[in-house]
């Protein structure tokens, strides 16, 4: 049994008029209207060898790259070019999510601890 599954058509007309002649500033607005970094930090393109999802396999992938054929800036870009761009602002969500900040935060309270230690000897 087959379901049905109704994209309203105006979704994709709203996306592709967010405008923009090259296909990664295009996308990045796209995607960060759509979702927040902690979302997107669910999400990888395939979905394998991690706890991640296959962001290739959402209707939400499925609408972006009709809005980006519907975009007349980016109309003629390659699927191959848009799965690219799209997989690099996945792999950055976490860095974007604070992930950097609480890393370096860590590490200077692991540097600072073993320093602490050594001068109350």
């Known amino acids: 049994m087959y379901r049905a599954v109704i994209i309203p058509v105006n979704s ?3 996306l592709s008029a967010i405008g ?4 990664g500033p295009l996308l990045k607005r796209m995607l960060n209207r759509l979702m927040t970094d902690g979302v997107a930090t669910l999400f990888n393109w395939k979905g394998k060898n991690s706890l991640k999802k ?10 972006i790259m009709k809005a980006v054929r519907q ?12 799965e690219q761009k799209i997989k ?14 609480r890393r370096l935060e860590k590490n200077k309270g ?8 050594s001068t109350s000897q």
Do not use: H, Y
Request: net charge positive.
């Open 71 to 82: 975009n007349r800036g980016t109309s003629l870009s390659s699927d191959e070019c848009v």
């Open 20 to 23: 923009g002649n090259e296909v």
């Open 54 to 63: 296959p962001f290739s396999r959402t209707k939400m992938c499925w609408i």
């Open 88 to 101: 690099s602002w996945l792999r950055f969500a976490p860095e974007r999510d604070g992930g950097r900040k």
């Open 110 to 117: 692991e540097a600072q601890a073993p320093a602490a230690a």
């Open 12 to 14: 994709i007309k709203s």
